[in-house]
């Protein structure tokens, strides 16, 4: 624990002093998350390789000018601090979200999800007897204030610097007491020995990528940081076909979906009314939802599926 | 010392016999245990094996028996703290004789309580883990520091007043079996019964009284902290806390009223444990059920006021829903009723009831028992059609039929009861206990049901939480393992303390007397 201690400890300050660089310079701190590859984007490269480079936005609306790279390198420990300066945000916009489940479909692939789990879980919701049913995507929020770490008992959940929880399966004791604790559901817990697939196998068991999977231990939506790394959106925003879902870092107020669209964070907030699922919990989610409102999509059927309850026990 | 301590009166030989004789009935309930833990154990290898998958347990029920267990025994385990230390330090005399069964219980239930929260984790092989890695600010930590002082002051408490006894069977068995000859010599620590020894010993006691009451009370807090430090309704509770205390308090002092009846008929200790102990316990029990009763009403009544959107679902299901009638089982089979049967004896007017002819037990029980045949015997009989409009009125009929016979048959046996209290004394503790457990389940269950966000898309059962064999069995061998702990405790230390109740009073052979409260006169003020 204490060499773990001690190289966090580092790692903040070596990222500070990276991050303090460009500052110095004068520049207004602001960097925009771009996927690479994508349609409509504009003519640059976001060097991530090289921190403190500047890149000039010009192509991107309401872009403030230049916009400074910043990040330490990132070692892959368990109690890394994530990636420094960064704030990942996701906005979900409602409106777009045509109930398709691709997003759920990309994530179980991609992350080998085990079988009875749904990491992104699309939920028919009504909120009251007037109201219109809705499509409800439900990554797990990232809450900056995070029931299920501040309950875990042994650091095997614990929250990063750049806003991701994490999970840790080669540490967790199978307590569930995560899964008690979140309010969302977000959480899963492998029940019995996860079925191994040869492609999962084939790669590296890395914390980052959320497999390999492990019996007896929790595990969830991390945002995808081993896509992130590598510039790429996560998996269930890339997949999307409507764009429903933005994926970006707050600090540089850009996110992007799989459209290609880059727009400023604060202002889709703004301007669209942006809210937090159950906010009144406090749990201060770092996924935002745009409301339902105009939908462009066929809604779910009125009656949303009913739990599959049994009747009197 | 008034006698010689290897002098022992007939009541006291009456004690010693119960820790050498053990006749055909001991080995067969021995037996049965062993035979209930090993399937118990068999239960828990196939756990290991397949992990927690052959659990009922799924996503949205993350717990659920186990842990209703943990509750359960860890709430039982409170008795201890309240028998020896509240009635040591109020100087009740009349706990003389039965605060080491309570003591005894603490100490069984809390290693059965304790071992819960182990049999429910995914990843056993990981326990260190709570070591090198443990966070302070989980409630997991707390609940681990809580238990394991209360488990390690509750075993001083339980050991230090039994030092005398000890040496009392340390001199006794000079002779005896070896195991039990070097038992005894190792625990007695040279205890001689020296004025500076009796002076360490009541100094001991009166610390250990006074700081096992906060220790005891943390502990239940902090098991009810494990749900209430969580957002989520129905656990999201400020009351929680002094919620499961009465809880606990309340169940361990019905489960000492079994104990008592129990080792008063098995080891014939009518001399020790007389009706008045019954009686005075039956206050106790009265008044914790009374607390309560309370705290169920300010728990249930401010969320249900308001009916607020969270709460709306786990609330309807516990007073209306498919929780129904497990909910008013434990209120009215689990609280009414056993306080009723307890103050029954001393209402003036039951003999009374026998007037009436259909209150009389022949008639009575005769049309009870007819009609309990012919309701078993509807559904056979009726059509199961559709068409048959009131099919559903008439199917929840029986529900109803059956609480007013339970209701007859409760008048019916009043009288019964009033002529024998001890019989109803047990009867109320084991529907309070039995209910105390299914209230634990009933806090824990519903709650899990109705999350913010609605069950959905759950895969084929595991939208409701159903138990298995496997955690029935675990179950079932965590209550044997309880009872053969304790049973094994009696007879290798006398279950009622010799020194202390010797120290009663100045007539080794009288029985308690009725007013219960006489203060020996050799007494120093307790502890």
Same mark, same amino acid.
């Given at each position: 624990m204490g060499l773990t201690r001690r190289s966090f400890l580092k790692i903040l300050a070596a990222g500070t002093a990276a991050a303090a660089a460009p500052l110095a310079g004068g520049g207004l701190v602001r960097r925009f998350r771009i996927r690479p *590859?994508?349609?409509?984007? +504009?003519?640059?490269?976001?060097?991530?390789?090289?921190?403190g480079t500047v890149v000039h936005l010009s192509?991107?609306?309401?872009?403030?000018g230049d916009v400074a790279v910043a990040y330490a390198?990132? @070692?892959?420990?368990?109690t890394g601090p994530g990636e420094a300066g960064r704030r990942w945000v996701m906005v979900i916009d409602l409106a777009r979200c /045509? *109930? !398709? %489940?691709e997003c759920t479909r990309a994530c179980t692939a991609m992350h080998f999800?085990? +079988?009875?789990?749904?990491?992104i879980r699309v939920y028919e919701m009504k /909120?009251?007897?007037e109201a219109a049913p809705y499509w409800f995507p439900r990554p797990c929020?990232? !809450? /900056?204030?995070a029931p299920c770490v501040k309950v875990c008992p042994v650091s095997a959940a614990w929250k990063r610097e750049d806003g991701i929880v994490m999970q840790d399966t080669s540490r !967790?004791?199978? !307590?569930r007491f995560c899964i008690a604790a979140c309010p969302y559901g977000a959480r899963s817990f492998n029940w019995v020995e996860p079925p191994h697939t040869p492609e999962e196998l084939a790669k590296p068991d890395d914390i980052e990528w959320n497999f390999r999977h492990r019996k007896g231990t929790t595990e969830k939506c991390i945002f995808c940081p081993g896509l992130i790394k590598q510039g790429k959106l996560p998996a269930c925003a890339d997949a999307c076909p409507m764009g429903a879902i933005y994926f970006g870092d707050q600090v540089e107020d850009a996110v992007t979906n799989s459209q290609g669209e880059t727009v400023r964070f604060s202002e889709l907030i703004k301007e669209n009314a942006g809210y937090r699922s159950?906010?009144?919990?406090?749990?201060?989610? %770092?996924v935002y939802y745009l409301p +339902?409102?105009?939908?462009?999509y066929p809604a779910p059927p009125? #009656? +949303? #599926? @009913?739990?599959?309850m049994g009747g009197h026990r | 010392m008034p006698r010689r301590p290897d002098q022992f009166s007939p009541r006291e030989r009456v004690l010693l016999a119960s820790l050498t004789e053990a006749g055909p009935g001991f080995y067969a309930l021995v037996g049965v245990l062993l035979a209930v833990i090993a399937w118990g154990i068999i239960a828990y290898t196939v756990q290991l094996r397949?992990?927690?998958?052959? &659990?009922?347990?799924r996503d949205n029920f993350m717990w659920g028996v186990y842990i209703t267990n943990f509750v359960f025994f860890i709430g039982v385990s409170h008795v201890g703290a309240l028998m020896s230390a509240i009635l040591r330090i109020t100087g009740a005399e009349w706990r003389r004789s039965v605060t080491r069964m309570a003591e005894a219980i603490t100490f069984a239930s809390l290693l059965m309580g304790a071992l819960m929260p182990f049999v429910d984790?995914?990843?056993?092989?990981?326990?260190?883990n709570l070591l090198?890695?443990?966070?302070?600010?989980?409630p997991v930590l707390w609940d681990i520091l809580s238990i394991s002082t209360y488990l390690t002051g509750s075993t001083l408490f339980l050991y230090v007043p039994m030092i005398p006894d000890i040496a009392l069977l340390r001199d006794r068995f000079a002779e005896g079996p070896a195991w039990r000859r070097r038992l005894y010599t190792l625990l007695a620590l040279?205890?001689?019964? &020296?004025e500076v020894q009796r002076h360490h010993l009541e100094r001991i006691m009166g610390i250990m009284a006074i700081i096992i009451i906060p220790i005891a009370i943390s502990v239940h807090t902090v098991v009810s902290w494990i749900f209430?430090?969580?957002?989520r309704a129905g656990w999201?509770? &400020?009351?929680?806390g002094p919620y499961f205390v009465s809880g606990a308090l309340f169940s361990g002092a019905a489960a000492v009223v079994t104990a008592m009846a129990a080792f008063r008929w098995a080891y014939h200790l009518e001399e020790y444990i007389t009706e008045a102990h019954f009686r005075r316990m039956g206050y106790l029990v009265i008044t914790l059920g009374m607390i309560y009763a309370y705290f169920t009403f300010a728990e249930y009544i401010t969320p249900a006021y308001k009916m607020a959107t969270a709460e709306r679902g786990y609330l309807t299901a516990v007073f209306s829903g498919q929780f129904a009638r497990l909910f008013w089982f434990t209120q009215v089979g689990g609280v009414l009723l056993p306080l009723l049967l307890l103050t029954v004896p001393r209402?003036?007017?039951? =003999? $009374?009831?026998?007037?009436v002819l259909f209150l009389r037990p022949v008639p009575a029980l005769a049309t009870i028992a007819t009609s309990v045949a012919v309701l078993l015997a509807l559904p056979a009989v009726?059509?199961?059609?559709?068409?048959?409009?009131?099919f559903d009125v008439i199917r929840q009929l029986p529900v109803w039929i059956i609480g007013a016979l339970g209701g007859w048959l409760f008048l019916t046996l009043l009288p019964v009861f009033r002529q024998r209290p001890i019989a109803a004394a047990v009867v109320a503790s084991l529907l309070v206990n039995i209910a105390a457990w299914l209230k634990r389940f009933v806090i824990i269950v519903p709650t899990l049901q109705f999350?913010?966000? =609605?069950?959905? $898309?759950? =895969?084929?059962?595991?939208?409701i939480y159903q138990p298995t064999w496997v955690e029935l069995s675990i179950t079932a061998a965590a209550v044997a393992g309880f009872v053969l702990i304790y049973l094994l405790f009696s007879k290798v230390f006398p279950i009622v303390s010799i020194w202390e109740t010797r120290e009663?009073?100045?007539?080794?052979?009288?029985?308690?007397?009725?007013?219960?409260g006489h203060g020996g006169v050799a007494d120093a003020p307790a502890p």
């Open positions: *590859g994508s349609p409509n984007l +504009p003519a640059f490269v976001a060097s991530r390789e090289t921190p192509g991107l609306p309401n872009s403030g390198a990132e @070692p892959n420990t368990r /045509d *109930g !398709c %489940r999800v085990p +079988p009875g789990q749904e990491w /909120d009251h007897e929020m990232q !809450c /900056d204030n !967790c004791i199978g !307590c159950l906010e009144e919990l406090g749990t201060e989610p %770092r +339902p409102r105009k939908r462009i009125a #009656e +949303p #599926e @009913p739990a599959t | 397949y992990g927690l998958g052959v &659990t009922g347990l984790m995914g990843r056993p092989d990981r326990i260190l090198l890695h443990g966070r302070l600010q989980s040279g205890w001689k019964g &020296t209430g430090m969580t957002l999201n509770s &400020t009351v929680f209402i003036s007017w039951v =003999p $009374r009831l026998q007037r009726l059509p199961r059609t559709a068409a048959l409009g009131g999350p913010f966000l =609605p069950i959905q $898309r759950a =895969p084929a059962g595991w939208a009663e009073g100045h007539r080794p052979g009288a029985a308690l007397s009725p007013a219960g």
